[in-house]
């Protein structure tokens, strides 16, 4: 089993819809998540850190189970820019931190 | 304006050659990282350094060599001996934790060919 996983996509959704997106981590020790994008041929940037209690940042919206051991990101409203690769990241820690990306989830908002 | 810069943004690089990779970050960041990125893969941490003059091997690091003499460099040499060179090449930073983990930074990745 990976680290962590993601579905890879294509999401093909139109603009004006709701998309969310898992991403399952296999440590039950992890501390820290994060959600970046990254768009093709570019470098991922940091989209929002993702809280235990979850939290919101205009239009989207990260959440973390740690019972289900899964981190999710949800999107609305999409905008035609929102298409990209959405990349989650896992830090667990032994020692020193480990950041573990997630192969991505690629988004399409269509007109 | 403080961030992260890699050059150069394209590379094309014979086979048996070694080639270095630049990395520059003026953010005042500890901790700065390597990671390889192939297609339909997630990134992979190549090597990684937490301060200046120490560094660690990360996941991939066989054909890389890497140093950090500044603060605010952290080049990577990809050498003959790295079978599969052709990827894109990304360089992160991030504040030394001192209770959780940090997000990173990334520069806007390198380009690497071999011919």
């Known amino acids: 089993r990976k680290e962590v996983e993601q579905d890879p996509g294509p999401f093909n959704v139109p603009e004006g819809a709701t998309v969310a997106f898992n991403c399952t981590y296999s440590?039950?020790?992890?501390?820290?998540f994060f959600w970046y994008r990254q768009d093709c041929r570019k470098e991922p940037k940091l989209l929002m850190s993702?809280?235990?209690s979850g939290n919101e940042d205009g239009r989207f919206t990260a959440q973390l189970n740690r019972a289900s051991q899964y981190i999710s990101l949800l999107i609305r409203d999409s905008k035609l820019s929102d298409s990209a690769t959405y990349l989650c990241?896992?830090?667990?820690?032994?020692?020193?931190?480990?950041?573990?990306f997630g192969t991505g989830t690629r988004l399409k908002v269509l007109a | 304006d403080g961030g992260i810069t890699q050059s150069p943004k394209y590379l094309f690089r014979k086979e048996g050659q070694n080639v270095t990779l630049s990395c520059e970050q003026n953010?005042?960041?500890?901790?700065m990282y390597w990671y390889r990125q192939d297609p339909g893969q997630g990134l992979r941490l190549i090597y990684y350094?937490?301060?200046?003059?120490?560094?660690q091997k990360g996941d991939i690091a066989e054909g890389y060599s890497v140093s950090r003499e500044k603060k605010e460099s952290f080049p990577l040499t990809v050498t003959s001996a790295q079978k599969n060179p052709t990827a894109f090449y990304l360089c992160?930073?991030?504040?030394?934790?001192?209770?959780?983990?940090?997000?990173?930074?990334f520069g806007p990745g390198t380009r690497l060919t071999v011919l």
């Open positions: 350094s937490q301060i200046v003059n120490d560094f």
């Open positions: 440590n039950s020790a992890s501390q820290s």
């Open positions: 992160a930073s991030s504040i030394t934790p001192r209770s959780g983990a940090n997000e990173q930074f």
């Open positions: 993702v809280y235990s």
């Open positions: 990241v896992v830090v667990t820690t032994s020692g020193t931190y480990k950041y573990i």
């Open positions: 953010l005042n960041h500890d901790a």
